[in-house]
């Protein structure tokens, strides 16, 4: 079992919509969860950072974490087309110090005009 | 907020020359940098973890003296590809953190390799 599962996709939907991403993880000494967008042929451009369970809202984005069942997800509200993009989400064991990432395998969505 | 800046973005060698890839931390001194490998249509596959001033640690199955990485300074990290093959041709990322910040981590542009 990979220690972050996210669904590949593709993921297609229509200008406007609300778009839900998700990852699980296996390990419960994670304790830091990130959001990453990556365009073609680009770096990963960091969305949302949390270490808490719950909501982290920041403008269309809600990040949500649950550590009892080891969930993790990313809203986009109202989604735009310029939202078309991979999202990975990423989770590292601590947040002091640099430790390295922990990356799902990304999920392609495409916000159809 | 924190910038990692790569470069170059988009490289062609020829098979059997060396490339030399950086990284450097803007406004930001990056006591660590991560560099990444990245096929088409996959997640980013962690190769090493360079620190300043001593070794980098690389991932089980990344050859160190085919990827050279040097940390000279807190601010520049560098990859270099070594008598490169097509097989090396991919996406190479670095990231850093700014630990000041106390943010996630920042990725640079990417380069994109191509060995022919």
């Known amino acids: 079992q990979k220690e972050v599962e996210q669904d590949p996709g593709p993921l297609s939907v229509p200008e406007g919509a609300i778009v839900s991403l998700n990852c699980t993880y296996s390990n419960s000494a994670f304790q830091y969860f990130m959001w990453y967008r990556q365009y073609s042929r680009k770096g990963p451009e960091l969305l949302m950072y949390?270490?808490?369970?719950g909501n982290k809202e920041d403008g269309r984005f809600t990040a949500q974490v649950d550590k009892s069942s080891k969930y993790i997800s990313l809203f986009i509200r109202d989604s735009q087309p310029s939202d078309s993009a991979t999202y990975l989400c990423a989770t590292a064991y601590s947040g002091a110090g640099s430790y390295q990432l922990t990356f799902g395998k990304g999920t392609k969505l495409s916000v159809i005009p | 907020g924190a910038v990692v800046s790569q470069h170059p973005s988009w490289v062609i060698c020829k098979s059997g020359t060396s490339v030399k890839i950086e990284c450097r931390s803007l406004d930001f001194q990056a006591t660590t940098m991560f560099w990444y490998r990245q096929f088409p249509k996959q997640s980013l596959m962690l190769m090493a973890t360079?620190?300043?001033?001593?070794?980098?640690?690389?991932e089980q199955g990344v050859e160190k003296d085919k990827f050279l990485i040097n940390h000279a300074s807190l601010t520049l990290s560098t990859l270099t590809v070594t008598s490169a093959h097509p097989e090396d041709s991919s996406f190479y990322i670095c990231?850093?953190?700014?630990?000041?910040?106390?943010?996630?981590?920042?990725f640079g542009s990417g380069t994109r390799l191509t060995v022919v």
């Open positions: 990231s850093a953190r700014d630990l000041g910040q106390g943010n996630g981590y920042t």
């Open positions: 360079s620190n300043e001033g001593s070794k980098a640690t690389y």
């Open positions: 949390t270490y808490s369970s």
